[in-house]
């Protein structure tokens, strides 16, 4: 159950959802609960059919940095449950709804099955198979222009442990897109805390034109994510020296 609570000032009036705690429920349930009913990236996307508050994050990646051009190619790792995939077709004009841009391809792959989304290929793939990278190029056409990944890895509890996870994971989606992006490509995922460490740094420096560790506002304030926006890939053998 919940009640709401009318606070006013300045002639404005804020409604917040309050949880009551229900038997059996956790805490930490309730309070996420009473986060999400509370959240306005949460209720804005309801409002406008994204599958989650997550969309509004590559939506602001890409207002400052500009890498889901018409026309292009994109690949989405991890891609349930598909907002990333839904912001990706309306931005490179997948389903070819403006005749007078190119129309581009969004590929999203994921370990789960994922609900059919207009305009994009979604694939049941863990792209970390040996023969994956091969795949996503055969279903694209050719090279992609953008491989981005919202993926996390599964939360153990222990700070340390989290953060060696999520490296892991954001090394092995790079990788991925050294095997996948053209030239001039673009690469973006989520890191945490002060973006991505310093060897990872120093590797997308020497292999991306232009690199940023970013927050969009979308991210909680509370949340130690971060994004890696590295983009210009200079193609070939990536550099590891």
């Not at 009318?6 to 404005?12: A, D, F």
């Not at 009036?13 to 229900?22: D, I, M, N, P």
């Not at 793939?125 to 023969?131: G, H, P, Q, T, W």
Request: aromatic share 6%.
């Amino acid at each position: 159950m919940t009640e709401t609570k009318n606070t006013s000032g300045r002639g404005q009036r804020e409604l917040r959802v309050r949880v009551k705690t229900a038997k059996g429920r956790k805490l930490s349930s309730t309070l996420w609960l009473e986060r999400q009913l509370n959240d306005p990236y949460v209720q804005r996307a309801k409002k406008e059919g994204y599958r989650g508050r997550a969309a509004y994050k590559i939506i602001e990646l890409d207002d400052k940095y500009g890498f889901l051009k018409p026309g292009a190619r994109v690949v989405d790792l991890g891609c349930a449950p598909g907002g990333w995939c839904q912001v990706a077709v309306a931005r490179v004009n997948a389903l070819g709804e403006n005749a007078k841009k190119p129309v581009g391809t969004v590929l999203g792959v994921d370990l789960q099955e994922v609900e059919t989304i207009a305009g994009a290929d979604i694939h049941v793939l863990d792209f970390l198979a040996d023969e994956a990278d091969g795949l996503v190029k055969g279903w694209l056409g050719g090279k992609a222009d953008v491989v981005m990944s919202d993926m996390a890895a599964a939360a153990s509890g222990h700070k340390g442990t989290d953060h060696l996870r999520i490296i892991a994971l954001v090394e092995a989606a790079l990788a991925f897109a050294f095997d996948v992006l053209d030239e001039g490509g673009t690469f973006v995922a989520k890191v945490l805390a002060g973006g991505a460490e310093n060897d990872m740094q120093a590797l997308l420096k020497r292999n991306f034109r232009k690199v940023a560790n970013v927050k969009p506002p979308a991210s909680r304030a509370d949340s130690s994510e971060k994004f890696v926006v590295a983009m210009g890939f200079r193609g070939n053998s990536p550099r590891e020296d």
